[in-house]
């Protein structure tokens, strides 16, 4: 009966550390996500080019005349 005691205690022992674990590498994965965002999501629209516009104003220029 003391065996069995013993066996149940370390078998809840561990479930509760195995859970504490895996709480544990959750939230750092969370927090590696988090810190990444700013550099994989980066949907800032650069501005045009100057040659650009003054590639579209030859051509509408050009086609007045």
């Known amino acids: 009966m003391d065996t069995m005691l013993g066996f149940v205690g370390l078998t809840i022992t561990t479930l509760l550390a195995l859970f504490a674990a895996l709480a544990l590498q ?3 994965l969370r927090a590696a996500f988090a ?3 700013p550099a994989t999501a980066s949907r800032r629209v650069p501005p045009p080019a100057v040659e650009h516009g ?3 104003v030859v051509r509408a220029f050009s086609r007045t005349r």
């Open 54 to 56: 003054a590639h579209l």
């Open 35 to 37: 810190l990444m965002q």
């Open 26 to 28: 959750g939230l750092l």
